[in-house]
């Protein structure tokens, strides 16, 4: 079984910043991309950053120049630093990752179960 699990939420005030952490375990094969998404109430669920096994990366509009995402492939850990946080970045991050377990062939998206980031002062 694959799981994926972040950790680093928590409350800060505006210009403020935080270091999110997602690490895969389980039977993994390979890991091919990795992104951050996430959901504020009343709204649907969207793409924050992502970034390949190669280390290519993408950023939503919202988030350039204050967000960075990075990935250690040896710990099947991906990162998101956050800063200058704004109260509309507030919301629940999920952690993404497209990958091979080592029990089943196809490639498949798995996704942690949330850490709440509340920017507020």
Do not use: H
Not at 13 to 25: E, K, M, N, T, Y
Not at 83 to 89: I, T
């Amino acid at each position: 079984q694959v799981q994926l699990v972040e950790s680093g939420g928590g409350l800060v005030q505006p210009g403020g910043s935080l270091r999110l952490s997602c690490a895969a375990s389980g039977s993994i094969f390979s890991i091919n991309d990795m992104g951050w998404y996430r959901q504020a109430p009343g709204k649907e669920r969207e793409l924050v950053a992502t970034i390949t096994s190669g280390g290519s990366t993408n950023y939503a509009d919202s988030v350039k120049g204050r967000f960075t995402i990075s990935r250690d492939n040896a710990k099947n850990t991906v990162y998101l630093q956050m800063n200058s946080l704004k109260p509309e970045d507030t919301a629940v991050y999920y952690c993404n990752a497209d990958l091979r377990s080592r029990r089943w062939y196809a490639v498949t998206s798995y996704w942690g179960q949330g850490t709440q980031v509340t920017v507020s002062s």
